[in-house]
């Protein structure tokens, strides 16, 4: 563990199980992949300061190999030019006995592809209106990654999430780069593309651009609506889905990259033009209240569970907290002392006998003559 006065503060407080390094105390895994893991943890501080946030590291069997650490270090760069609210934000790079650990946003929630698991297996279909919120949301957050001079590469189901409060935010950058750099055409990224997700430019390893991005989305909103991964043509037995959106689709999974939309702020802005002419204003708290009905109250897609703070968090040189102040007794309009203190707060109404007693000593006295 690296020497520092934190460390040395907090290590009293932890167990043999927990793990603490840089601040930072490890909780619960939440996923794992062919190269990395996402974990759940507290980021500590003094007096008492614990925030839950997510790291991400290499999986041990790739720690070793300096390909996928210069991977790694890569996306940490390239991941922290990007600040928008439809991106997951990151907060620091982390190092520990070799080891590299990518401190991030926690974000609570589903991801498209949990939501289209649930769909299916209760025969369910989404929405129009909450598919186009979901995919707009998503090209509002790729239009910051791309004007930041990025480009994704990797838009998948699974790499875009709704949080419990109905926001949508991408993930992953593990395979983004620069779209002024050679290696956008020449350098694969380290794990293995998706065809039914990749543009046909980057499954030929030609120089791709943002509009490489626009096609994965496309083929997003394709298994949202029709509820299977594109292979073609549009196709589905769904008959309500409107023309727009069908043009939408086409469009957008254009093998020419040339046919497709410019960039992802013309998706965002024909999805709103659609949403308008059909009126579905769509909130995110709308979109909040359909997942708590598809997902919550299932059993097939829980939420990973938030970090839980407890006094190991703490800080040990924190002050005490002052000890409560003394009750003083209240007092009644006469004087007395009052055992409740709201009682003494309480208007009472005169009684009669001391109505009487106010006439008589208010009486004028007359003189005798």
Known sequence: MPRNRFAAEW??????????????RLDTLISSGATSEVWSAVRVGPHGFAQPVALKTLVPARAQSQAHVRAFLQEARIASHVQHRSVVQVRDLLVQEDRHWLCMELVRGWSLQQL?????????????E????????????????????????????????????????????GCAAW????????????????????????????????????YSLGAVLHELIFGEPPSGPPRSSRSDVPVVVKDVITRSLERDAAARFGSAREVEMVLDLISFRHCWPITPSYVAAYLDEVLIRTERARLPPWPKVSVRDTDADAPAPLPPAPRVPAR?????IERDPRAAMRVRAPSEASKTRVRLRRRPQTSQR
């Open 332 to 336: 009644t309009p006469q004087g007395r």
């Open 130 to 173: 909450v598919a186009i919120t979901l995919v707009r949301e998503a090209a509002s957050g790729l239009q910051a990654i791309h004007d930041a001079g990025l480009i994704h590469r990797h838009i998948t189901p699974s790499n875009i999430m709704v949080s419990t409060s109905g926001h949508v935010v991408v993930l992953d950058f």
């Open 179 to 214: 779209q002024l750099s050679e290696q956008v055409r020449f350098t694969r990224p380290m794990v293995e593309l998706e065809p039914s997700y990749a543009s046909p430019q980057m499954l030929c390893g030609e120089r791709v651009d943002a509009r490489t991005d626009l």
């Open 116 to 128: 289209i698991a649930a769909l299916k297996a209760d025969g369910r279909t989404l929405p129009f």
């Open 11 to 24: 290590r009293i407080y932890c167990s043999p199980n927990d793990i603490l390094f840089v601040n930072h």
